[in-house]
């Protein structure tokens, strides 16, 4: 790490300016009780969250929205983003029910929720977490809090759609098909026999985005525009505003432009400008041929030693839901604990297997990117990207599920030496080149020489070693190499018929090459008639 004296002068003074302004913060907002908060959401934090000192993003973030001003942040995955935006929320309400400004038409009975807050999340398993916050939040207030999304049939909501709830958090697409489904009744005027249960947001005041830089590249853009335009505008006679805060892990391109024409002013603090890792985490990577990356993994989780997995809790994450629930299956029937989280399961299956694994039941979670956006994984020690992610910034959301809130952890990258031929859902076929998205990745986060941050690259340690088991030739075979990947050599027979496994070391890359793009291109038909030979008797060299 860089000493302070060796800095050059003007680096020098830029760093004593941000220490000044941290410092002032801290000193400013020591505890919870200096932003005037709510007596309610006080004890609150004392007794349910227990948390004792405000992080950064929640310094800057709580006492500008607790003025009523428009919010947009960035921080860390981990820097406590919920409860920036959460906190002055539940305070704006509760403030109001002090003052009886609730309007007469809202009874109990009443079927139609019109909540003071909608929250957008870009996924269920988000919205589930971003609530229980909420309520964990408002546990001694008559705040309530209902989630609208995807994992529940919309017919299971309707019910639940109450004049008392205060606080929607929800989907994009489903919250707007509620939407849809009110304007439609106010249009036909028939308050008769109809299905309990709507969403009337043309009260709400409190508009916020939460991971809005995952939520625009999902594609959920034209949905959260619509939202806001069914949304109330600002009213100077009635003196009715909508407060806008939009939460993000940086503020990308999309996002600013998402921002200016959602909330054109606003305070901005964009305290992940960079968005770097956090410096808790050690970063590490190994290169290892693609074939040999499970040997590896389970390598390092019977291993002791300074890099090892063999103690605490293990994020992994894999390309493709095929290959989460492969990697797990092999790793349970090598007497390890493991399960996988994917968007296939349903809402009872994610809940019970991520229960599992915050008591640690479970101790390795297979999982893809968008099944853990916004997961809270307090004992996460480890992260392991078993595939290199081809967007840098997808590396640095994985890596941020460890090393929260100042706690130290490990993310473990394996890179395969060799470029790989696949075929992607929509039927194309494509060249993963692994090495080239590390250099994006060291590109991204401005790798360094030394010091926190940096993405080492070391050698695997102890008697591990990148190869595969050679077969030892017969008295009535010629020299030849056989085939390492054994599982992929019996798929490629059983699609392709009989094959020869024979072929030279010198040869090896190639030829398998070869049957990987036709292995590909012919996925699905059991045998062709025409396919590579590796290498004809009379190619063999002689003993």
């Known amino acids: 790490m860089l000493k302070y004296n060796s800095l050059h002068p003007s680096s020098k003074r830029v760093v004593s300016v941000f220490l000044r302004l941290k410092s002032s913060l801290a000193q400013k907002y020591p505890d919870f009780a200096s932003f005037e908060l709510n007596p309610s959401l006080l004890k609150a934090i004392e007794t349910e969250a227990k948390w004792t000192t405000p992080t950064r993003v929640q310094r800057k973030v709580i006492p500008s929205a607790i003025a009523g001003n428009n919010v947009v942040a960035s ?19 509760l403030e109001k029910h002090a003052s009886k400004e609730v309007t007469a038409t809202n009874t109990r009975s009443e079927l139609i929720a019109r909540p003071k807050a909608l929250v957008l999340s870009p996924s269920g398993e988000l919205a589930r977490q971003v609530s229980s916050d909420f309520q964990m939040l408002s546990k001694y207030t008559d705040i309530r809090t209902e989630i609208l999304s995807n994992e529940r049939s919309v017919e299971s909501q309707l019910y639940k759609l ?27 005027r028939n308050d008769g026999d109809e299905p309990a249960g709507y969403l009337d947001v043309s009260r709400v005041e409190y508009f916020i985005v939460d991971e809005c830089d995952k939520l625009l590249s999902l594609g959920f853009l034209p949905d959260v525009k619509e939202i806001w335009s069914h949304l109330p505008r600002p009213d100077k006679q009635s003196q009715r505003k909508l407060q806008t805060m939009v939460l993000s892990a940086t503020i990308v391109p999309e996002v600013h432009d998402f921002v200016i024409r959602m909330a054109p002013n606003h305070d901005l603090y964009d305290i992940n400008k960079n968005m770097s890792v956090p410096r808790t985490v050690t970063q590490i990577m190994y290169e290892v041929s693609s074939q040999r990356k499970y040997s590896l993994l389970e390598y390092f989780l019977r291993r002791g030693g300074k890099v090892s997995l063999k103690d605490g809790q293990v994020l992994v994450f894999a390309r493709t839901i095929q290959r989460c629930d492969r990697i797990a299956e ?20 994610r809940q019970e297997v991520l229960d599992k694994f915050r008591s640690g039941e479970i101790k390795l979670l297979l999982a893809t990117d ?11 020690t480890h992260v392991v990207n078993y595939d290199v992610p081809h967007i840098p910034e997808d590396y640095v959301h994985r890596v941020g599920r460890t090393g929260r809130a100042g706690n130290l952890g490990t993310a473990i990258m394996l890179v395969a030496k060799e470029p790989e031929i696949i075929r992607t859902a929509e039927g194309r076929i494509v060249e993963r080149n692994e090495s080239q998205y590390l250099k994006r ?11 926190p941050g940096r993405l080492e690259h070391r050698k695997v340690p102890g008697p591990w070693k990148d190869e595969a088991k050679q077969v030892e030739p017969t008295s009535n075979s010629r020299k030849y190499f056989q085939d390492p990947r054994k599982a992929e050599y019996k798929e490629i027979k059983k699609r392709f018929g009989k094959v020869s496994p024979y072929y030279t070391k010198e040869n090896y890359d190639q030829v398998m090459r070869e049957y990987q793009v036709n292995f590909a291109k012919n996925r699905g038909i059991d045998k062709i008639k025409s396919h590579p030979k590796p290498l004809l008797k009379s190619q063999v060299p002689s003993k």
């Open 330 to 349: 092999r790793l349970r029937g090598n007497g390890f604990s493991a399960a996988s989280l994917h968007s296939e399961m349903n809402p009872r299956e």
């Open 162 to 188: 109450k004049s008392d709830i205060d606080v929607i958090v929800g989907t994009p697409g489903r919250v707007l098909q509620h939407i849809r489904r009110f304007r439609e009744r106010k249009q036909r």
């Open 441 to 451: 990745i060291e590109e991204f986060l401005g790798n360094q020489e030394k010091g």
């Open 370 to 380: 968008i099944a853990t956006r916004g997961l809270d994984l307090p004992n996460l």
């Open 75 to 93: 921080a860390w995955t981990g820097d406590g983003k919920t409860a920036a935006f959460a906190l002055p929320t539940i305070h704006h309400i």
